[in-house]
């Protein structure tokens, strides 16, 4: 069946979290859509919470090909069919009604919809982040609002809607965590593709501990520079 959109949600131990999400995101979308669910070990026992709670077939377990966070976005990004994409996380209680606004984008034409916390509407500066994450997101988005064209506020954000088009055109080439979603924007916006974003929440954990780690923030750099160069030498990559 084809579907308009993929929702993906890698997990790892988010069985206190998962429920509540899945439940949400089934009854609260509007439209045609999957859930991939991408899993590390078949011993995570939010698969067996899955199993046990769900049986619909828009919800789809898949095995990790790789490892990790952004090895599950590679493997469910490469069997996704549905006209975009769109990340989501195990634990984000706040934003399903957000996935809706994406998608409603996308159809007035846009190739990728950036969740924002920092333009109006977003709520940032309500929740509270570690200080170095917090400090670092605000600087990237000052430099990258100020010195570029790029159309998001907040360019760190793994939230993100993808058309297919890009999915299929720009192999993830990042290694590490949320990295693929800033990679694929800088491609995106150095191809001259049209790029638009939503106000969203910062997911505030209810249970379990965050998957983020200080150590990844060095590989968003290069995707950095290379949107800040895309201003310099811009390509005219999208037919």
Same mark, same amino acid.
């Given at each position: 069946?084809?579907?308009?959109?993929?929702?993906?949600?890698?997990?790892?131990?988010?069985?206190?979290?998962?429920?509540?999400?899945?439940?949400?995101?089934?009854?609260?979308?509007?439209?045609?859509?999957?859930?991939?669910?991408?899993?590390?070990?078949?011993?995570?026992?939010? !698969?067996?919470? =899955?199993?046990? %709670? &769900?049986?619909?077939?828009?919800?789809?377990?898949?095995? #990790?090909? @790789?490892?990790?966070?952004?090895?599950?976005?590679?493997?469910?990004?490469?069997?996704?069919?549905?006209?975009?994409?769109?990340?989501?996380?195990?634990?984000?209680?706040?934003?399903?009604?957000?996935?809706?606004?994406?998608?409603?984008?996308?159809?007035?034409?846009?190739?990728?919809?950036?969740?924002?916390?920092?333009?109006?509407?977003?709520?940032?500066?309500?929740?509270?982040?570690?200080?170095?994450?917090?400090?670092?997101?605000?600087? !990237?988005?000052? =430099?990258?609002? %100020? &010195?570029?064209?790029?159309?998001?506020?907040?360019?760190? #954000?793994? @939230?993100?809607?993808?058309?297919?088009?890009?999915?299929?055109?720009?192999?993830i080439e990042s290694k590490r965590g949320f990295t693929?979603?800033?990679?694929?924007?800088?491609?995106?916006?150095?191809?001259?593709?049209?790029?638009?974003?939503?106000?969203?929440?910062?997911?505030?954990?209810?249970?379990?501990?965050?998957?983020?780690?200080?150590?990844?923030?060095?590989?968003?750099?290069?995707?950095?520079?290379?949107?800040?160069?895309?201003?310099?030498?811009?390509?005219?990559?999208?037919?």
């Amino acid at each position: 069946m084809k579907y308009d959109l993929d929702i993906v949600i890698p997990v790892y131990f988010e069985e206190r979290n998962i429920a509540e999400t899945l439940e949400n995101i089934l009854k609260r979308i509007k439209i045609n859509f999957r859930i991939i669910i991408v899993y590390d070990y078949l011993e995570d026992p939010t !698969v067996n919470e =899955i199993k046990n %709670n &769900f049986n619909d077939k828009k919800i789809i377990l898949l095995k #990790n090909k @790789f490892s990790g966070l952004n090895g599950a976005v590679k493997t469910a990004f490469k069997i996704s069919n549905a006209k975009a994409a769109i990340l989501y996380t195990a634990e984000d209680h706040q934003n399903y009604d957000v996935i809706n606004k994406m998608y409603d984008k996308f159809n007035q034409g846009y190739d990728v919809v950036c969740a924002s916390r920092l333009m109006t509407g977003g709520d940032y500066y309500q929740v509270k982040e570690p200080l170095i994450k917090s400090i670092l997101v605000k600087i !990237v988005s000052y =430099i990258l609002s %100020n &010195f570029t064209s790029l159309q998001t506020t907040d360019p760190t #954000n793994g @939230f993100r809607l993808f058309s297919n088009e890009i999915i299929k055109k720009f192999p993830i080439e990042s290694k590490r965590g949320f990295t693929f979603a800033i990679e694929l924007l800088a491609k995106a916006y150095r191809n001259n593709y049209k790029i638009t974003e939503v106000p969203s929440n910062t997911p505030a954990r209810k249970m379990g501990n965050s998957k983020f780690k200080y150590k990844t923030i060095i590989f968003y750099l290069p995707w950095f520079i290379n949107i800040l160069l895309s201003r310099i030498n811009p390509k005219n990559g999208k037919s």
